[in-house]
């Protein structure tokens, strides 16, 4: 089990955390109040600069916009596509380039992975043999273990997929990717709870459960402010069974900066010293 004994300097605590992720387990990101794709990016970098075979689902923005922010982070994700590293669904562009073929796909072509947005309740089949076939061959290649990201999961609720295809398809890819492929998961969702979206709100509890850590960030309750950009509260759960060893839990604030992310204990910011 993860110890948070392991972090004697706090600045370091991402890539400290992102170390200690075991293979054949899942990450479940969560923003609240504010924008959490940051930990996307940092988990996408330091997959990267692992070695290890990526697939990466964005669904939020362009390939362009995430090769700038690699950049910053020392990887260059045009490099690794073209290796074979990494494996990415740019879904903006997909999903229009379908809306103007209506929805068709000649005899001869694979299915779009984003086939589910020409029927409302179709499943999530085609983006999960998206999944598959991109990171079956891991084994195969100089690549480590395979990892799938996906930024963020809450868009697929967005576009009409009901919650139980959502959790259909995770299923299907922890099956996959962590306990055949001993691979990782990392995923981002939005905490709505305030806002009452009982759809969504099932998917985190849903994913809570099942996933080996969780990393939720959130906005300061008082406002803004200039030293101190949000609050990371990190879960580590329990592998035992037994009801007396408990969750772990660890709270820290954070600041981010143009190329990193500086994380301190509760109190201790040059704001409120």
């Not at 948070?4 to 387990?25: A, D, R, Y």
């Not at 963020?152 to 576009?159: A, K, T």
């Not at 299907?172 to 709505?192: D, E, P, Q, W």
């Not at 959130?218 to 879960?235: A, P």
Request: hydrophobic share 40%.
């Amino acid at each position: 089990m993860l110890s948070f004994e392991m972090f004697p300097e706090l600045n370091n605590i991402l890539t400290q955390l992102l170390k200690h992720v075991k293979q054949g387990k899942a990450v479940l990101l969560c923003d609240k109040l504010t924008d959490g794709t940051f930990l996307v990016h940092h988990f996408l970098s330091f997959y990267l600069k692992g070695g290890c075979k990526v697939c990466f689902l964005g669904l939020v923005q362009s390939f362009n916009h995430y090769n700038l922010v690699a950049q910053k982070l020392g990887v260059h994700l045009s490099a690794a596509r073209e290796k074979g590293q990494l494996v990415f669904l740019e879904g903006l562009r997909s999903s229009l380039d379908l809306i103007l073929n209506n929805g068709q796909e000649s005899a001869s072509q694979i299915p779009s992975p984003l086939q589910f947005l020409s029927s409302p309740n179709a499943s999530l089949q085609c983006l999960y043999d998206f999944v598959r076939v991109s990171l079956q061959e891991t084994s195969e290649t100089t690549w480590r273990f395979p990892v799938l990201i996906i930024d963020d999961l809450s868009v697929l609720l967005s576009l009409g997929v009901s919650p139980v295809n959502i959790m259909n398809f995770l299923h299907y890819c922890r099956a996959t990717v962590c306990s055949k492929f001993m691979g990782n998961i990392v995923t981002l969702v939005h905490n709505t709870e305030d806002l009452e979206d009982e759809e969504n709100n099932f998917v985190v509890k849903s994913l809570s459960h099942q996933c080996h850590m969780i990393l939720q960030v959130e906005g300061l309750t008082t406002g803004y402010c200039k030293d101190i950009h949000g609050q990371l509260t990190v879960t580590c759960r329990s592998p035992s069974p037994v009801k007396s060893e408990k969750n772990v839990n660890k709270i820290f604030q954070y600041k981010i900066q143009d190329k990193n992310v500086t994380f301190f204990a509760r109190g201790t910011s040059s704001a409120v010293l």
